[in-house]
């Protein structure tokens, strides 16, 4: 079965420091990753994807994701944090077992960028 | 446009209740989705819809019944609810059921059962 975790449940940082917000994936065969933000009493919002090609993946709003195989890990980051970062931030993966099936979320991170 | 649309914001029933959510998209996306969420936790999948199509129930209670009347409209309809069914429900939309394809939310209904 595919999935993905996410080893911290909070991640506080400084405003203008680096984030990380950290993803490992257990899948079989090529890996479909996806990155989701979620601010309070809203929707998910896409941030970006891995599908094939460069191991470091730029997305949304200044995100990027770098995919490293050895480690099998998928990890978020910024250059530079925001206090409007301040989230809950969602790992997934898609099931290339059974095309189609829907995402698989790991159980999230909420990010905290103080001022 | 990549919005998808969900109506109403907030709903408050009582378990004798019928109510639906209704969630819409002009995307043209051909694949939709239902998920429930609980607070603090991830997204866990009820329905998938493709080409408006049912294809994956997740063992879904029956006091909950999608419909797909269109390509753009994914209904939730709701009876009998117990109130541990209040929760966040979002609905999604993707371009197909392709492996490589990102979902796009909708804002969700904070659906409580009372």
């Known amino acids: 079965a595919q999935s993905v975790a996410q080893p911290e449940d909070q991640v506080n940082v400084a405003e203008g420091n680096p984030l990380t917000v950290k993803c490992t994936y257990s899948v079989s065969g090529n890996p479909y990753l996806f990155w989701y933000v979620q601010y309070p009493n809203r929707g998910l919002q896409f941030l970006l994807k891995?599908?094939?090609?460069?191991?470091l993946v730029k997305g949304s709003y200044g995100f990027e994701a770098e995919f490293n195989k050895s480690q099998t890990s998928f990890h978020l980051k910024k250059p530079s944090a925001l206090v409007s970062d301040s989230a809950l931030y969602f790992c997934a993966v898609r099931d290339n077992n059974q095309a189609g099936t829907a995402l698989i979320f790991g159980k999230g991170t909420t990010l905290s960028v103080s001022s | 446009d990549t919005e998808v649309t969900q109506t109403p914001k907030h709903l408050v029933m009582g378990m004798t209740n019928k109510k639906s959510l209704k969630c819409e998209q002009h995307m043209g996306h051909r694949a939709m989705y239902w998920y429930k969420q609980k607070a603090k936790k991830p997204p866990e999948l009820m329905f998938v819809y493709s080409y408006e199509k049912l294809s994956i129930n997740e063992s879904v209670p029956s006091r909950f019944s999608p419909e797909c009347p269109n390509s753009s409209l994914l209904n939730l309809h709701l009876h009998a609810l117990q109130p541990e069914d209040s929760a966040l429900y979002l609905c999604a939309s993707s371009q197909d059921r392709g492996i490589d394809t990102e979902a796009f939310f909708g804002q969700g209904t904070r659906l409580t059962v009372v």
């Open positions: 891995y599908i094939t090609g460069d191991n």
